[in-house]
């Protein structure tokens, strides 16, 4: 079904209407959009309703009047009868429900980094100056904390709670055997590996059209190092993982390209191509789309994996407007592009995937102010981008951007681009990082201000990081109201609605960071008195 743009206007001034097409998939295909049902904030009549909070430094995570929350997972809790258990630092939410109910189905959770809080896992002191001492055992313990996560959940009196003995509670981790796919698979430039070990560095990802995760080694490097991995160019990609099949070998996508991947935003192209956006969160790196060769079949389920094989990988040009593409046997540029000492820099598609940030700059990709998450509008299908900052220029709070493709056709090589709000004092927020839509088009965001920024100088205004709202229409489109404020130390990360958008999953992630004495720690949440802090995830309701 196609509208034009005068149907389409008339079916939004409907609202329901809209809500139910974008619910069935049929305006702009976000995989997103088949679990986005009429919200919390629909029920309420457009916005959410509640009375915004300030700024907080406290150690809680304080929601507005009439909201509550529960802990579902912590780490270190069971998550099946092999005693598997859930990882650190939660990153990413995604929620799958059991075919039929809305009430039960598997959550998938990013376990990002230790950090400095590797001494409550792993007893290893990383404040500690001086070489790595970390013992087989430390370093295998280290591994085992990051990855993900798949969790059995169900709604129980009222509240979504784990099943610790589910047959579906798997652990993937950073010594998990995986697949590489795609061009770079079995090449030179990794290695002629086929096969390797471990993800992590897990940060955001997606959800496919066939109901597979998406998940995003972000900063690769900072596990590599502690953990005395030597080669790189086995990490920084995207993994799939089929949270149903607990056998199921997990998947390596190189044709998705190399870098410090933040998320994966899919979705089809007015033609039926997967494409998939994502962000190169580093200072001044990329934007990326990836557009599939062949069309999304449904009556093919997981076997529209192979849509993430085979297709072409692009580079935002903001001056130009344009994406730029990576491929290397149809750019000149690329195959004659030298290195200082006159060698070729790039020998194949291969190395173009494995060294991406380098063949990006070299056709002129923008650099960007760290690019975060990225999420599509479901109503409008433009494409929300959120920039942390970048202090190598001084922009310290950051902004999101909204791109809009050339005759709405995300395979499209041509856009146009807007700065949809940024942050600073005026609209109350500073480095805004994950992204979720609700069924209504509400913005909702979360701020990732760094432990030596937080509460700090030019930051203090903003108090501990957390949730905001933001309408993307009517009279207070682009204004940011807060909805929630985090533990001191933690990031809340992972937005994730339920279908029917009664409540919302949100990782709290590493609460107590800014910890210099580990017998004192900043936070203490969430058990409180002397606890020792833990990452986990929650889910929030109303009340
Ligand atoms: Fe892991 Fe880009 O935040
Ligand atoms: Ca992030
Ligand atoms: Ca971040």
């Known amino acids: 079904m196609k509208l034009s743009r005068s149907q389409f206007l008339k079916y939004l001034g409907k609202g329901i209407g809209a809500l139910t097409l974008a619910k069935s998939g049929m305006l702009f295909g976000s995989s997103k959009q088949f679990r986005t ?69 598997l959550l998938w959770n990013n376990h990002e980094t230790l950090g400095a809080l590797e001494y409550f896992v792993n007893g290893y002191d990383s404040h500690k100056p001086g070489p790595n001492l970390r013992t087989d055992q430390q370093i295998e313990k280290y591994l085992y904390a990051l990855g993900g996560s798949v969790i059995s959940v169900s709604k129980k009196n009222g509240d979504w709670t784990m099943t610790p003995d589910s047959k579906y509670g798997r652990r993937i981790h950073g010594l998990t055997e995986f697949r590489l796919t795609g061009p770079a698979a079995g090449s030179p430039a990794v290695g002629n590996k086929n096969k390797v070990f471990g993800t992590f560095a897990n940060c ?122 990576l491929d290397f ?35 002129g990709a923008t650099p960007m102010d760290r690019p975060e998450d990225i999420e599509i509008h479901p109503l409008d299908g433009t494409v929300f981008v959120a920039l942390t900052n970048n202090d190598k220029h001084g922009n310290l ?26 942050g600073g004092k005026r609209s109350g927020f500073a480095a805004p990082d994950n992204l979720a839509f609700d069924g209504s088009g509400n913005l909702w965001m979360v701020t990732d201000m760094s432990g030596k920024n937080l509460n700090r100088s030019v930051y203090k205004k903003f108090g501990n990081n957390g949730v905001f709202v933001i309408p993307t229409s009517g009279p207070d489109s682009g204004r940011a109201f807060q909805f929630g404020s985090s533990p001191i130390g933690a990031e809340l990360t992972g937005l994730w609605f339920t279908p029917d958008q009664n409540e919302l999953f949100i990782s709290v992630q590493h609460p107590g960071e800014t910890t210099k004495d580990y017998r004192n720690p900043t936070s203490h949440w969430p058990h409180g008195g002397d606890s020792i802090p833990k990452s986990g995830v929650v889910a929030i309701y109303l009340k």
């Open 37 to 105: 049902l009429p919200s919390l904030a629909a029920k309420k009549g457009g916005f959410p309703k509640f009375q915004p909070i300030d700024p907080s430094d406290r150690d809680s995570l304080i929601l507005p009047d009439g909201y509550r929350y529960n802990t579902i997972a912590l780490y270190g809790d069971r998550i099946n009868s092999k005693g598997d258990t859930f990882g650190f630092n939660s990153d990413f939410n995604c929620f799958l429900p059991f075919v039929g109910k809305k009430d039960s189905g």
């Open 204 to 325: 955001s990802g997606g959800l496919t059209f066939w109901n597979t995760v998406l998940s995003c080694e972000e900063n690769y490097d900072y596990v590599t190092e502690p953990c005395k991995l030597t080669n790189e160019t086995h990490y920084g990609w995207v993994i799939e993982v089929d949270p149903f099949d607990s056998e199921s070998v997990p998947v390596k996508h190189t044709a998705l390209g190399r870098f410090a991947h933040e998320n994966a935003a899919t979705v089809l192209s007015t033609s039926g191509k997967l494409v998939v956006y994502m962000g190169d969160d580093a200072k001044d790196q990329h934007i990326y789309k990836y557009v599939s060769k062949n069309s999304y079949n449904p009556s093919l389920g997981a076997g529209n994996s192979k849509l993430l094989e085979e297709g072409t990988l692009y580079a935002a040009n903001f001056d130009k407007g344009i994406w730029v593409s």
């Open 329 to 363: 046997d149809s750019s000149e540029i690329l195959r004659n592009s030298k290195k200082e000492n006159g060698e070729n820099r790039f020998l194949s598609q291969a190395d173009v995937l494995v060294y991406c940030p380098d063949a990006a700059k070299t056709l």
């Open 397 to 422: 709070f950051g902004q999101i951007i909204r791109i809009l493709e050339k005759d709405g056709d995300h395979a499209g090589l041509e856009f146009d681009f807007e700065v949809f709000v940024a």
